[in-house]
Nanobody, 124 residues
């Protein structure tokens, strides 16, 4: 049974930082690109970042480029999202997801497995 478990969310002031983690089990982690998505109340789920299977390539949404960094540790079956200079617009539930595609994808339907989400709230 595949499980993706996010952690690290919380309440932070604008300009602050958070580091999200997502630990995977039940799959061969290095065979999957790993992505982060987010969903704010009343809005569609949106792409945040994705990292390739090896970790050599990463892609970001324009809204987070330069502020967020995605990384992974294949030995620990874990993907991370370092979030700096947080803004109130970053408030959302953040989800990690696993994609078996060879090319890292930025659209949610391409992903095979999803975590339950962790809430990030940025106060202004």
């Amino acid at each position: 049974q595949v499980q993706l478990v996010e952690s690290g969310g919380g309440l932070v002031q604008a300009g602050g930082s958070l580091r999200l983690s997502c630990e995977a089990s039940g799959l061969t982690f290095s065979w999957y690109a790993m992505g982060w998505f987010r969903q704010a109340p009343g809005k569609d789920r949106e792409f945040v970042a994705v990292i390739s299977r090896s970790g050599d390539n990463a892609y970001y949404a324009d809204s987070v480029k330069g502020r967020f960094t995605i990384s992974r540790d294949n030995a620990r079956n874990t993907v991370y999202l370092e979030m700096n200079s947080l803004k109130s617009d970053d408030t959302a539930a953040y989800y990690c997801a696993a994609d078996h595609s060879l090319v890292p994808e930025t659209t949610a339907p391409e992903y095979d497995y999803w975590g339950q989400g962790t809430q990030v709230t940025v106060s202004s």
